[in-house]
């Protein structure tokens, strides 16, 4: 990247203004070409390298982010958008210390903005309430579970209720039906009945083991659906598609069922009273979604809050810890929320043997099968996201025939079609979120599988409308001054 000719600053000042325009039109894969483009042509201009970490943000590609606004502050340090693209960055990853140190000397460069003063005073509020929880919280091992301490049967529903119930202890067809219907109208449940539903959930998750096998007989089918996002009008277009779970028709949800879209309630007790009415008709996994740190800071959190209750919220923190990390379909299609792993050799035994009832870990198989992405090279290389890593179809090819499988599936990222099918067909992205945040203009997918062949069959699907509530509508404030 030494001096760029005259030529070239002109050409590399051309793909940034068309890089631009795709950010603007929301094409944010585009942009990352463009301004990587105009970087090979002068790499020693800040604009382009922070331009380029805002792109990233936007795909969620955080750890790249933080890499670009580096590069960035080390072509110009005095450049306020590089710390301010970096601090936004480790934000989204919950790294909110790194943050407040980049908004200290956004605020340095910059003495007289108002704005800088804001994002600087809303860091720091956010860090001083980390350090607070820090000191009072207790060890998730000696914590009493807040499940056993809830008994929904003593608690009275009012006569004036005219929502949905749930006579004695099944949860039925009808009640189900009743409850959608509630949800679509933007009406409550009443606190009884999530009760009910979610300690049942949990009762039966608890049972399971890490990884589920899962049959379909010959001449039936299996559904499976990536991320849903707390979406709830696209979950409920997926149901007129492709009909309501039950035995007959069954159902796999490849986890983030809740986070970023502002009806993540409505989609988590509606997926959970399905698992009730029809176990078999709906499978749960876990995505890296159904965890505190990313419930505090992309709005599940503090949906149910306003929702329902302080209770809820650790009740569904401890019920997120029972969920499977992994299917397999007639033992020949592995089905993970993230990826593989940044060593050969593992077995789906490995997997069966994760202690899974906790908090995901920042690394090992664990923390790679819900956070790892495919990359088309071979090999295995550092994760966009600053989590997990990224694994090449060499990697996905030796996994498949060391464990006498045909195929992957898995979710976690946004496709334009709802789905992608790499590493010479034998793994396949699903994602079940069309225009992803009401802004990324992408389909929803999902795929159904036939026995015995087990061919996917993959449908895309477009965005529904929904009721004027915005993506984030709950989030923690402080990020939703960057989304």
Known sequence: MGDASESDLERAEGFKLQANEAFKAHRFFQAVDLYSQAIELNGLNAVYWANRAFAHTKLEEYGSAVQDATKAIEVDPKYSKGYYRRGAAYLAMGKFKEALKDFQQLKRICPNDPDAAKKLKECEKAVQKIRFEEAIAVDDASRPSVADSIDFHSIDVEPQYAGARIEGDVVTLDFVKKMIDDFRNQKSLHKRYAYQIVLQTRKMLQALPSLVDITVEDGTHFTVCGDVHGQFYDLLNIFELNGLPSDDNPYLFNGDFVDRGSFSLEVILTLFALKCMSPQGMHLARGNHESKSMNKIYGFEGEVRSKLSETFVELFAEVFCCLPLAHVINNKVLVVHGGLFSVDGVKLSDIRAIDRFH????????????????????????SKRGV????????????????????????????????????????????????????????????????????????????????????????????????
């Open 359 to 382: 908090e995901p870990p920042e690394e090992g198989l664990m923390c790679e099968l819900l956070w790892s992405d495919p990359q088309p090279q071979p090999g295995r290389g550092p």
């Open 388 to 483: 997990g890593l990224s694994f090449g179809g060499d990697v996905t090819k030796r996994f498949l025939q060391e464990n006498n499988l045909d195929l992957v599936v898995r979710s976690h990222e946004v496709k334009d079609e709802g789905y992608e099918i790499d590493h010479d067909g034998k793994l396949i992205t699903v994602f079940s979120a069309p225009n992803y945040c009401d802004q990324m203009g992408n389909k929803g997918a999902f795929i159904r599988f036939k026995a015995p062949q087990l061919k996917p069959d993959i449908i895309s699907f477009s965005a529904v409308p929904h009721p004027d509530v915005k993506p984030m509508a709950y989030a923690n404030n402080f990020l939703r001054m960057f989304s």
